[in-house]
């Protein structure tokens, strides 16, 4: 099944974040797809808060470091792989560990690493259509 949400701002993003978070158990990975703004680093946001009890502020998207480590109430994994080229620079990072986490973990571009991902888990895709509007669609995949 697939929820589809349509926001106008950037708070009506993260309050439907927020309570997607509420819902996850842990061990759950959040696959992320949708263009460079289109929201990606926002929902994580609200996501952080509902899942792990973590302030917004602290998560910023890890462009250059791939990943972010935040503790919360759960552990957040956030990883943005747009710079990385292939699932062998995954594994050969010794990232692997965590697309099986003791916590959450979030992974923005994740279809770099399309053929190593586990069978279970979340997506959550945002379509931009104008400065502020969103289409926010998630689904699970057991
Ligand atoms: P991404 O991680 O997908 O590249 P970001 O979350 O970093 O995107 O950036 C999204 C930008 O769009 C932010 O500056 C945010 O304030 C803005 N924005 C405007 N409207 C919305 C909305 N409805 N939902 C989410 N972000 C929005
Ligand atoms: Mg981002």
Not at 33 to 51: E, M, N, R, V, Y
Not at 93 to 106: A, N, Q, R, S, V
Request: hydrophobic share 40%.
């Amino acid at each position: 099944m697939v929820e589809k949400y349509k926001t106008e701002s950037q708070q009506e993003t993260i309050a439907i974040a927020t309570r997607f978070g509420a819902s996850l158990p842990i061990g759950a990975v959040v696959l992320f797809s949708g263009d460079l703004g289109a929201g990606k680093t926002t929902f994580i946001k609200g996501l952080a808060k509902g899942a792990c009890d973590i302030p917004a502020s602290e998560v910023i998207s890890p462009t250059f470091s791939i990943l972010n480590i935040y503790k919360g109430k759960k552990c957040l994994f956030h990883f943005d792989l747009y710079r990385m080229q292939n699932a062998e620079d995954f594994i050969a990072m010794g990232f692997e560990e965590y697309l099986y986490p003791d916590g959450i973990t979030c992974i923005e571009w994740s279809e770099r690493i399309e053929q190593i991902l586990p069978a279970g888990h979340y997506r959550v895709h945002i379509e931009h259509f104008s400065e502020s509007e969103r289409l926010i669609s998630i689904s699970e995949e057991v």
